[in-house]
């Protein structure tokens, strides 16, 4: 099997999504503030991005629970 890097682009985004809301959510609850929540948010979004892609296609590379299935013969 093997996955083209665009797919694990569009994953990187579609997770960054969810996790930099929950962190601007979390960061305005302990701070009380937006701005502060928003700085914080803009920071966390575009390291982890980097991070879970070079995350995703490490693994990609990886064979760890890979089970590959035995060729199927025709006649």
């Known amino acids: 099997m093997y996955e083209k890097p665009y797919r694990s682009i ?3 985004i579609s997770w960054r999504t969810v996790g930099t809301l ?5 960061s305005y609850l302990v701070t009380g503030s937006l701005s502060m929540a928003a700085v ?9 991005m980097i991070l879970y892609y070079v995350h ?12 590959k299935k035995d060729p199927e013969y025709q006649i």
């Open 40 to 48: 914080i948010g803009s920071i966390e979004l575009i390291t982890k």
């Open 10 to 12: 569009v994953k990187t």
């Open 22 to 26: 929950d962190t601007m959510l979390i």
């Open 56 to 67: 995703e296609r490490a693994w990609n590379k990886s064979t760890f629970g890979i089970v």
